[in-house]
């Protein structure tokens, strides 16, 4: 069955320093895979997605993600964080045409001053 | 440009009583629509979706149902609220007839049952 897993809960990063968030999927075809950021008490907004080509893509709030298919995954990266970034990070998978997106359970990013 | 809208932002009910929670798309025509429910600190739930005006497809069995009277409307309903049903409720629309779109969240409506 096809899964998304965010292995970290919650991560703290000190601001300014880079961050790296990991999401494994689990599928037999190349999936299309997106990350979004939720606020607290916010809806989610999308971040980047990957359907096809260069499998580094870059994002708003500068945000970048790289799509490996020999580990299939999809990491969410930015080289210097600022303490606005601390939110919820989701990870997601879409596999089939009627557009339902697996979720993955989410990373917590808290930001030391 | 796309916009969604879902109301009330935030609702407090007691157990028992019913539950209306809309949500409206603007910009678009014929989208997909997603109903989520997200617990504290927790992934999100996939309630129902709808591929076109009555068109339901229920993805939890629940105390809850959804309908889509409108193109661009999209309903969440109770008859008789749980205690369980306490939550974050979030609508979401997709671009429809192709596959690998992205979804695109409203605010979301906080849910307390007393």
């Known amino acids: 069955a096809q899964s998304v897993t965010q292995p970290d809960i919650h991560i703290t990063v000190s601001e300014g320093a880079s961050l790296e968030l990991r999401c494994n999927y689990s599928y037999g075809a190349t999936p299309y895979l997106f990350w979004y950021v939720q606020s607290p008490g916010q809806g989610l907004q999308l971040l980047l997605k990957y359907f096809s080509g260069d499998t580094l893509v870059q994002g708003i709030k500068g945000f970048e993600a790289e799509f490996k298919r020999s580990q299939s995954s999809f990491n969410l990266r930015k080289p210097s964080v600022h303490w606005s970034d601390a939110a919820e990070y989701f990870c997601?998978?879409?596999?089939?045409?009627?557009?339902?997106?697996?979720f993955g359970s989410g990373t917590r990013l808290s930001i030391r001053p | 440009s796309q916009t969604i809208h879902q109301w009330p932002a935030t609702l407090v009910q007691p157990v028992g009583s019913p539950l209306s929670l809309e949500c409206t798309v603007e910009?678009?025509?014929?989208?997909?629509l997603y109903w989520y429910r997200q617990a504290a600190g927790r992934g999100l739930q996939l309630l129902f979706y709808?591929?076109?005006?009555?068109?339901i497809s229920s993805e939890v069995p629940q105390n809850l149902s959804a309908s889509r009277p409108q193109d661009r409307q999209f309903i969440l309903s109770s008859k008789k609220l749980l205690l369980s049903d306490s939550g974050f409720y979030l609508c979401a629309w997709s671009v429809s007839g192709s596959v690998g779109q992205p979804q695109h969240f409203g605010d979301g409506t906080r849910l307390s049952i007393l």
């Open positions: 997601a998978v879409g596999f089939d045409s009627a557009s339902k997106i697996i």
């Open positions: 910009g678009t025509s014929n989208p997909n």
């Open positions: 709808s591929v076109g005006i009555g068109q």
